[in-house]
């Protein structure tokens, strides 16, 4: 079956830190991989996507995959308390559908 | 981006009795939607894919006969409860694919279903 897995937290970092999340999938053969932000109560958002090995850069997040490891993280510079959520990590399980498989997502609690 | 609405955004009812769940792409046309159901604390869980004009494609463990799910239309898919029953309660959520071509998901805004 696969799977993607993530700690589930909390992680508490101080205003103004580095968040580091991370995520590993089961599915060698994934090609498509997506962090959403939820929440409590409501839906997810989509944060980031990427595609390729490297370091993939929006804002304040970056996004890194390593395909032979597996790996996919997120990283959010100057946390701010409005990031405080669950992350949520998405593989792609089947390139023609487009269907998601997520992990059971890190709740990130950033403390003023 | 793309918007897909989802009605109601809450839902309380009796023991034994169906409800229903729709989910529309506003802009765009959608011929897959995806049905998500979430528990509190844990990850969202695909329940099943909808084709429009075409039977869903349920996961694994999913039973089809008691979540109806009609995609009559390229806009509107629709997820009915049948008989809940109080395991049933859950937050429900549907999705759509970019119509962009992307592999990224546009979601509803979620369902909380109550079955007292």
């Known amino acids: 079956q696969k799977e993607v897995e993530q700690n589930s937290g909390p992680l508490s970092v101080p205003e103004g830190a580095i968040a580091s999340l991370n995520c590993t999938y089961s599915d060698r053969v994934s090609q498509s991989f997506f962090w959403y932000r939820q929440y409590s109560g409501k839906s997810p958002e989509l944060i980031m996507s990427?595609?390729?090995?490297g370091d993939k850069e929006d804002g304040r997040f970056t996004a890194q995959l390593n395909k032979a490891s597996q790996y996919v993280s997120l990283l959010i510079r100057d946390s701010q308390p409005s990031d405080s959520a669950t992350y949520l990590c998405?593989?792609?399980?089947?390139?023609?559908?487009?269907?998601?498989?997520f992990g059971q997502g890190t709740t990130l609690q950033v403390k003023p | 981006g793309a918007v897909v609405s989802q009605h109601p955004s809450r839902v309380i009812c009796k023991s034994g009795t169906s409800v229903k769940i729709e989910c529309r792409s506003l802009d765009f046309q959608a011929t897959t939607m995806f049905w998500y159901r979430q528990f509190p604390k844990q990850s969202l869980m695909l329940m099943a894919t909808?084709?429009?004009?075409?039977?869903?494609?349920?996961e694994q463990g999913v039973e089809k006969d008691k979540f109806l799910i009609n995609h009559a239309s390229l806009t509107l898919s629709t997820l009915t409860v049948t008989s809940a029953h109080p395991e049933d309660s859950s937050f429900y959520i549907c999705?759509?694919?970019?119509?962009?071509?992307?592999?990224?998901?546009?979601f509803g805004s979620g369902t909380q279903l109550s079955v007292l």
């Open positions: 990427i595609y390729s090995n």
């Open positions: 998405a593989v792609n399980s089947d390139g023609n559908t487009g269907k998601l498989i």
């Open positions: 909808s084709n429009e004009g075409s039977k869903a494609t349920y």
């Open positions: 999705s759509a694919r970019d119509p962009e071509g992307a592999e990224k998901l546009f």
